[in-house]
C-alpha cells in the first residue's frame, strides 16, 4: 500500500554530514511511525531512529544519539534522517520503514529498497 524511496546517499569523509530523504507514495505516511534502519556488510540490519505520526516521539539507537535527527513533514509525505559527525562505522545501507514502530523491525509493513552511505576515514 505504500512505496518508500530513499535517497541522499553517497560518500563522505569522516566528520562529515549527510541528508537521508525517504519519499512516500500510494499513501499518506500520517497514519503511520517511521522509521530507519541500516544494514553494514556482515552484519544483521540494526535501528537507526524512529518518528511517531505526529513527529512528537523521536527515538534513536545509542550509537547515533546527539549526531543523527529524525524529521517528518507529512504534507510532503517525506521522512529525513540528518546525519552529521559522520564516522566510518556509521558505513551501511540505510532503509527507511512504515509500520507502528519504534525499535522492532518486525513492526515495521513497508521498506524502501535502500541508499548507501559510505564513511571514509
Not at 500520517?30 to 511517531?52: C, D, H, L, T
Not at 524529521?71 to 546525519?83: I, P
Request: charge should be positive.
Amino acid at each position: 500500500q505504500v512505496q518508500l524511496v530513499e535517497s541522499g546517499g553517497g560518500l563522505v569523509q569522516a566528520g562529515g554530514s549527510l541528508r537521508l530523504s525517504c519519499a512516500a507514495s500510494g499513501r499518506t505516511i500520517s497514519n503511520y511511525a517511521m522509521g530507519w534502519f541500516r544494514q553494514a556488510p556482515g552484519k544483521e540490519r540494526e535501528f537507526v531512529s524512529a518518528i511517531s505520526r505526529g513527529g512528537g516521539i523521536k527515538d534513536y539507537a545509542d550509537s547515533v544519539k546527539g549526531r543523527f535527527t529524525i524529521s517528518r513533514d507529512n504534507a510532503k509525505n517525506t521522512v529525513y534522517l540528518q546525519m552529521n559527525s559522520l564516522k566510518p562505522e556509521d558505513t551501511a545501507v540505510y532503509y527507511c520503514a512504515a509500520g507502528s514502530g519504534p525499535r522492532d523491525s518486525r513492526q515495521y509493513n513497508y521498506w524502501g529498497q535502500g541508499t548507501q552511505v559510505t564513511v571514509s576515514s
